[in-house]
């Protein structure tokens, strides 16, 4: 088994910036990649970014492109998720993801653990 540890939401301002970071334990030698996903109130989960294991491939929805930046620190065993010029429509709960498939995956269905969510809230 894999368990994933997300951390690093809270509430920001309008234009500010938060790191949320994921920890993985357990058996994670047949993860092949890591993703963020968000889901909004009363809304479905999506797909923000991905990371395959090596780092060499990445993936972000349009909606995050440009603003947020996914990347990994293999020595300390984290994903990290940078945002940055945060809007109140990134309001949501996010969720670190991974998944024994490879390249990048971005729908749910592709991922085989799931951490218990982080709540990112932006005031306008």
């Known amino acids: 088994q894999v368990q994933l540890v997300e951390s690093g939401g809270g509430l920001v301002q309008a234009g500010g910036s938060l790191r949320l970071s994921c920890a993985p334990s357990g058996r994670t030698s047949g993860i092949h990649a890591t993703g963020w996903f968000r889901q909004p109130p009363g809304e479905e989960r999506e797909f923000v970014a991905a990371?395959?294991?090596?780092?060499?491939?990445?993936h972000y929805a349009d909606s995050v492109k440009g603003r947020f930046t996914i990347s990994r620190d293999d020595a300390k065993n984290v994903v990290y998720l940078q945002m940055n010029s945060l809007e109140p429509e990134d309001t949501a709960v996010y969720f670190c993801?991974?998944?024994?498939?490879?390249?990048?995956?971005?729908?749910?269905?592709?991922?085989?653990?799931w951490g218990q969510g982080t709540q990112v809230t932006v005031s306008s």
């Open positions: 993801a991974a998944s024994r498939f490879g390249g990048t995956p971005k729908v749910v269905i592709d991922y085989h653990y």
């Open positions: 990371i395959n294991w090596s780092g060499e491939h990445i």
